[in-house]
Antibody, heavy 123, light 114 residues
């Protein structure tokens, strides 16, 4: 069965960095684009970033562009999110999610989600 | 950017009754290339990640009960839950994936039991 397990969250001071990981299993990781979606406490869902199936194409929400970097290691079936210059407004639960399109350079709805990891940016 | 607006923000429905949640996109999300509406619905229960319910505006994800259905045109969409069950209490989100690889969600609709 498909599993996505995030890790790496925690409390970090403003301006510092943090790297999140998402370990995938139960499917051919290299066939699927992968996303990060975040949810601030008590708020709605915000799409953050996506990486293409092969790791070559990356796209970001304006709110994180230039600060966050998404990457994908297909040999390890692991997705990463490097978060730099963190701000208090980045405080949220970060979910990794699989793009349901699969099988090439295409994008669709998110069919599997991890349980999330909480990032708190505070001094 | 495509803006997704849901209504109402919250909704209380009696058990066994119908619940209807609306979602409006700021521009058409009907693709001329595949004639499909690039709209998904997700359910999020407290303390849990979102779960995909419906994609292509009206296709139920595998395992989703048939009391959940989706419909709509190029800009106006509806999620309907017939015969509401206690386990349907959740926040529901619509999402457009027309302007991929950039995505937007609606603000969410909280569904409760009356």
């Amino acid at each position: 069965q498909v599993q996505l397990v995030e890790s790496g969250g925690g409390v970090v001071q403003p301006g510092r960095s943090l790297r999140l990981s998402c370990a995938a299993s139960g499917f051919t990781f290299s066939n699927f684009a992968m996303h990060w979606v975040r949810q601030a406490p008590g708020k709605g869902l915000e799409w953050v970033t996506v990486v293409s199936y092969d790791g070559n194409n990356k796209y970001y929400a304006d709110s994180v562009k230039g600060r966050f970097i998404i990457s994908k290691d297909n040999s390890k079936s692991t997705l990463y999110l490097q978060m730099n210059s963190l701000r208090p407004e980045d405080t949220a639960t970060y979910y990794c999610a699989r793009d349901g399109c699969g099988g090439g350079d295409c994008y669709g709805a998110f069919d599997y989600w991890g349980q999330g990891t909480l990032v708190t940016v505070s001094s | 950017d495509i803006v997704m607006t849901q209504s109402p923000d919250s909704l209380a429905v009696s058990l066994g009754e119908r619940a209807t949640i609306n979602c409006k996109s700021s521009q058409s999300i009907l693709s001329s290339s595949n004639n499909k509406k690039h709209l998904a619905w997700y359910q999020q229960k407290p303390g849990h990640p979102p779960k995909l319910l419906i994609y292509w505006a009206s296709t139920r994800e595998s395992g989703v009960p048939d009391r959940f259905s989706g419909s709509g045109s190029g800009t106006d969409f509806t999620l309907t839950i017939t015969s509401l069950q206690a386990e349907d209490v959740a926040v529901y989100y619509c999402q457009q994936y027309y302007s991929t690889p950039l995505y937007t969600f609606g603000q969410g609709t909280k569904l409760e039991i009356k």
